[in-house]
């Protein structure tokens, strides 16, 4: 990916150093936090759900071992800042052609825990959005376990990610996320899980329309498209479910397929229409 590394975002909140241990304590969870931690209950054989509804666990006080502003990671920084600028200028413009006015996201790196609107932000839970303050939650380490444990490396694999996130603000600042989780309250579980795929695939080509602009701007190449690619069928639900051994159950899926999660990036990106995204039509 062709970007020049310039200093941080305006957006980016840096609170590496205001990482905490403590409990698991998660009193309250946007539906991208919520997804995640179906994900992760497959992944590790551990019902995470229920630490919502009472349950406990507990954790060593979390040490700091590296720096706030570890020099190692400050190039990772720059880029996360440089694609959160490049996809909300992007969102503001298109935002603007429809006549109406972006509200940007905020950004906030952390480590281990941190307190978010949505409770407590935890690395395990891998990066987020929470519509209650209306920020992205990412911790650095993330990118190293899409590297290494899902095989998906490459900036524009990370891009993806960040672009999914901000994909989650403008169903926020539109309306539908709202609307899907009173369907998701209201509905049956299968009913609910079928609407989450359809919110989390409409965030994938969200996040192929941004690349789209991208492209226009030759900014990315084969490779780097491959690689996004490669980073949505990473996290699709039936990929996850053979890694936690299990076998692949259609109406259990939060995120959908990793044939869907592709099918609907490379949408976006070859149409760069946002209204080419309309998962719920479907």
């Known amino acids: 990916m062709d970007w020049t590394p310039g200093g941080r975002s305006g957006d980016l909140e840096d609170r590496r150093g205001d990482s905490g241990g403590g409990g698991f304590g998660l009193p309250h969870l946007g539906i991208g936090g919520l997804l995640l931690i179906g994900v992760l209950s497959l992944i590790f054989h551990k019902n995470f759900f229920a630490l919502l509804s009472g349950g406990s666990a507990t954790t060593a006080p979390t040490t700091q071992t590296r720096p706030v502003n570890d020099a190692g990671e400050e190039r990772e920084v720059q880029f996360v800042s440089f694609v959160l600028d490049d996809v909300q200028k992007t969102w503001a413009q298109t935002f603007a052609q429809q006549g109406r006015t972006y509200r940007h996201a905020k950004l906030v790196l952390y480590?281990?825990?941190?307190?978010?609107?949505?409770?407590?932000?935890?690395?395990?839970?891998?990066?987020?959005?929470?519509?209650?303050?209306?920020?992205?939650?990412?911790d650095l380490g993330f990118f190293d376990e899409l590297k290494r444990r899902f095989g998906a490396p490459g900036e524009f694999a990370q891009a993806y990610v960040i672009a999914h996130?901000?994909?989650?603000?403008?169903?926020?600042?539109?309306?539908?996320?709202?609307?899907?989780?009173?369907?998701?309250?209201s509905g049956s579980k299968t009913q609910a899980n079928a609407a989450s795929v359809k919110l989390e695939l409409q965030a994938d080509c969200?996040?192929?329309?941004?690349?789209?602009?991208?492209?226009?701007?030759?900014?990315?190449?084969?490779?780097?498209?491959?690689?996004?690619?490669?980073?949505?069928?990473?996290?699709?639900?039936?990929?996850?479910?053979?890694?936690?051994?299990?076998?692949?159950?259609?109406?259990?899926?939060?995120?959908?397929?990793?044939?869907?999660?592709?099918?609907?990036?490379?949408?976006?990106?070859?149409?760069?229409?946002?209204?080419?995204?309309?998962?719920?039509?479907?």
């Open 165 to 185: 996130e901000l994909g989650h603000h403008v169903q926020n600042l539109l309306g539908i996320e709202q609307r899907v989780e009173g369907a998701m309250r």
């Open 206 to 282: 969200f996040a192929g329309v941004w690349g789209h602009s991208t492209e226009q701007r030759k900014m990315v190449d084969q490779g780097d498209f491959e690689a996004a690619m490669k980073a949505a069928a990473a996290v699709g639900d039936d990929r996850l479910e053979r890694m936690a051994g299990q076998n692949v159950s259609p109406e259990s899926f939060t995120h959908g397929s990793s044939e869907q999660r592709m099918h609907w990036f490379q949408q976006g990106f070859q149409s760069g229409d946002i209204s080419a995204c309309n998962t719920f039509g479907q």
């Open 111 to 138: 480590r281990d825990s941190l307190p978010s609107g949505c409770g407590m932000a935890r690395s395990a839970t891998g990066p987020f959005y929470c519509p209650t303050d209306q920020k992205v939650y990412i």
